[in-house]
């Protein structure tokens, strides 16, 4: 009998008693284990081989679970952190423990509940003490997770309550696979019995082939259409950048234009020119990314006359009865260069004539461009985030107008519950931060900030009508509107490919 080569190299792994595993057929033969299932089904067709099916599940770790197989337990960073600094003999500050322990965020509190449910010693208000008989090397949780970095496990092998308890922090997680059989019918045996040869076949007609008549002596190789394949991932936009295209067809959709501007700017146009006095915190060089070279934007580029209004703006305010900061002004300090902390700096060039020229009421602009900040990174905080800009500029604005845009907006996202919270910016007044519910986790999660410009903002500016504002965060739409928890998922080093290859943003 002749067969294709992989059909006699399969047949030849095969036994009668015992079946083999498809994978370590491909491992001895060299061959894809597709290739190697592909063969095996032919050859059941023919009635030589038996294929058969099972599920296999597997204790694997996740990705938080690695990383704690590779670190140690959060728990246990904070037994060391506060058995280094003595808490073993009388309390100490919590705080004073966590710091040394390295532990970050979300972390702490993992590090606080697990401490307490495994008996580490107490926490009692603010104060932690531990017991310095217990013993890290015998925690059979991380015991678990070491022995996951090496070997998938089969969870029937492990405590039941061990795995649960892993599985709730997220750790671990049973992964569920196919594992293919095969064994030789009797008349897979009678056929090797008999003799098995290789049979040459043509992959692919050539004009050779064509031209030479061979065609006619060789045998094709047949195409398994029922064989399975590799998953071939396409290429598909960023789910992010769907959503950013979805929210401009909304805001265009609604009558407003895009704004463009650069992404270093000097605090003249960042801070100074919102009216957002020289001393404020947010000023410090903690939360901002300051540029080291060019540190200032030449004199030149700033306009002489706005330096000027904006400065007066700061000493004395605006208007007859004016109240300013009554602090000193600095323009070496204006000018210094830094990562735009948010897109208003766009909406200050576009008012004050900069961008576009004088605009005359009414006006709509957006953008949806990404601004910089130093937090510190969580589920809903990265370094960097794209902040939907905007601003109407009309005669008469009310707050009425602000929520009407919000909701209108919102809307169109199947967000119908944005809560408003009156709140404090030193360039608008009134104010207020937006609120909505995240779909999966029922947190009130803050999704943006607004307001009406102060006159202190906009007279420096030379506008005259009235100008509502704001900066909403597409990350939290986007988790709101796709039910992510976790904006790492979505982008960042840690991304998951899995949801961003079947999330679909489409409304
Ligand atoms: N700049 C604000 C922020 O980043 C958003 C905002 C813009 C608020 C315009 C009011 C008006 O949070």
């Known amino acids: 009998m002749k067969l294709p080569e992989t059909q006699v190299a399969v047949l030849e792994a095969a036994s009668a008693d015992d079946p083999t595993p498809v994978e370590r057929i491909a491992e001895e033969t060299g061959e894809q284990a597709q290739a190697v299932a592909g063969a095996a089904f032919e050859l059941e067709e023919q009635g030589l081989l038996a294929v058969t099916e099972r599920t296999e599940a597997d204790l694997v770790l996740t990705q938080e679970g690695e990383q704690y197989a590779f670190e140690g337990l959060p728990e246990h960073s904070l037994w060391v952190g506060a058995l280094s600094g003595g808490a073993d003999e009388e309390p100490m500050e919590l705080g004073k423990a966590i710091g040394p322990a390295g532990l970050q965020g979300e972390q702490v ?67 569920e696979s196919t594992v293919r059989e095969v064994a030789l019918t009797d008349e897979g045996v009678t056929a090797m019995m008999e003799g098995v040869d290789v049979a040459e076949t043509v992959g692919q007609v050539t004009p050779e082939l064509l031209t030479s008549g061979e065609w006619e002596e060789v045998e094709f190789a047949e195409y398994n259409v029922q064989a399975d394949a590799e998953t071939v991932h396409g290429g598909k936009p960023h789910a992010l950048r769907e959503m950013s295209e979805r929210v401009k067809d909304v805001l265009v959709g609604m009558g407003f234009q895009e704004m463009q501007g650069p992404h270093v700017d000097a605090d003249f146009f960042i801070n100074d020119c919102l009216f957002m006095p020289q001393d404020h915190p947010a000023r410090n060089h903690w939360d901002r990314f300051a540029l080291e070279e060019p540190a200032q934007m030449d004199r030149e580029n700033l306009p002489p006359d706005l330096v000027d209004r904006v ?197």
Not at 138 to 144: I, K, Q, R, V
Not at 156 to 174: N, Q, S
Not at 379 to 389: G, Y
Not at 416 to 442: A, I
Request: glycine share 8%; hydrophobic share 40%; proline share 5%.
């Open 109 to 175: 509190d993992i590090a606080l509940s697990n401490f307490a449910r495994k008996g580490m010693g107490t926490i009692d208000s603010g104060t932690i003490t531990v017991d310095p008989e217990f013993d890290p090397d015998s925690d059979s949780e991380s015991d678990l997770l070491k022995r996951l970095q090496d070997e998938a496990v089969d969870p029937d092998e492990v405590d039941e309550e061990l795995v649960a308890a892993l599985e709730r922090r997220g750790l671990v997680e049973v992964e």
């Open 311 to 507: 400065e007066a703006a700061h000493r004395d305010g605006v208007g007859p009865d004016g109240e300013g900061y009554h602090s000193p002004w600095d323009e070496d300090f204006a000018r210094a260069l830094a990562l735009r902390g948010h897109t208003t700096n766009l909406s200050v060039r576009h008012l004050a004539g900069l961008a576009e020229g004088d605009l005359e009421p009414p006006q709509r602009y957006f953008s949806i461009e990404k601004a910089y900040r130093n937090d510190t990174l969580d589920s809903t905080h990265l370094l960097e985030f794209f902040q939907i800009e905007g601003w109407v500029m009309a005669e008469d604005l009310s707050v009425r107008d602000l929520m009407g845009t919000f909701t209108e907006f919102y809307e169109q996202f199947g967000i119908t519950d944005v809560q408003f919270k009156p709140h404090y910016n030193p360039y608008t007044e009134p104010s207020f931060e937006l609120f909505g519910r995240h779909p999966e986790t029922g947190e009130l999660i803050e999704i943006g900030n607004s307001g009406i410009f102060r006159p202190e903002m906009l007279e420096p500016l030379g506008v005259e009508a009235d100008v509502m504002a704001w900066g909403l965060a597409l990350e939290r739409l986007f988790m709101l509107a796709t039910g992510a928890e976790d904006i790492r998922d979505v982008h960042g080093t840690l991304v998951d490919l899995d949801f961003l290859r079947n999330e679909e943003v489409v409304y």
